[in-house]
T-cell receptor
């Protein structure tokens, strides 16, 4: 597609429920990133994929958070047993970088998750 | 460890006035620095980046930033503000492989007519 697409744009869920957030990167981009942006804060790194593998998942806050990218394209961020503190905008970005650096990351519009 | 501090969560300028958004970084290695802009209901868009070439970096929409190692700063400027510049601006530093960005908390720019 023309840009990074994230669905849904908004998600409201009840505390304790399971949610999945989807990211469609720019076609051909091998690198994919997830960030979380809480109200009044800058984006915070969660996880980075190079191809199908998670090259760096050091930003995932706990084991309730998990992300996959099984075919090296679309990625899904999964949150189990959601808590009110998980409410934030979840941003996805992709780039053509193959670990060489110095390429631009393109961000999607984000999914606003609200846990009630 | 790498981090970014943006001084001033809100900045208000008059149309035609100078825009100055401040960013200071902390990095244990030579940094790569970025400015992103976020318009309402849109994704982050890259304005400019410093990757150890020229210390004065020119970006889109008339913005530029100067890397000053002695001051550990990367302030964003624009000589004359336009109404369309109203947005939130984020400064970021990346690791050497550009695999992870550390963002500041953002500065919301308001442009008054």
């Amino acid at each position: 597609g023309a840009g990074v697409s994230q669905t849904p744009s908004n998600k409201v869920t009840e505390k304790g429920k399971y949610v999945e957030l989807r990211c469609d990167p720019i076609s051909g981009h091998t690198a994919l990133y997830w960030y979380r942006q809480s109200l009044g804060q800058g984006p915070e790194f969660l996880i980075y994929f190079q191809g199908t593998g998670a090259a760096d998942d050091s930003g995932l806050p706990n084991d309730r958070f998990f992300a996959v990218r099984p075919e090296g394209s679309v990625s899904t961020l999964k949150i189990q047993r959601t808590e009110r503190g998980d409410s934030a905008v979840y941003l996805c970005a992709s780039s053509s970088d193959r670990g060489q650096g110095n390429t631009e990351a393109f961000f999607g519009q984000g999914t606003r998750l609200t846990v009630v | 460890a790498q981090s970014v501090t943006q001084l001033g969560s809100h900045v208000s300028v008059s149309e035609g006035a100078l825009v100055l958004l401040r960013c200071n970084y902390s990095s244990s290695v030579p940094p790569y620095l970025f400015w992103y802009v976020q318009y309402p209901n849109q994704g982050l868009q890259l304005l400019l980046k410093y990757t150890s070439a020229a210390t004065l970096v020119k970006g889109i929409n008339g913005f530029e930033a100067e890397f000053k190692k002695s001051e550990t700063s990367f302030h964003l400027t624009k000589p004359s503000a336009h109404m369309s510049d109203a947005a939130e601006y984020f400064c970021a530093v990346s690791d050497l492989n550009f695999n992870k960005f550390y963002f500041g908390s953002g500065t919301k720019l308001n442009v008054k007519p």
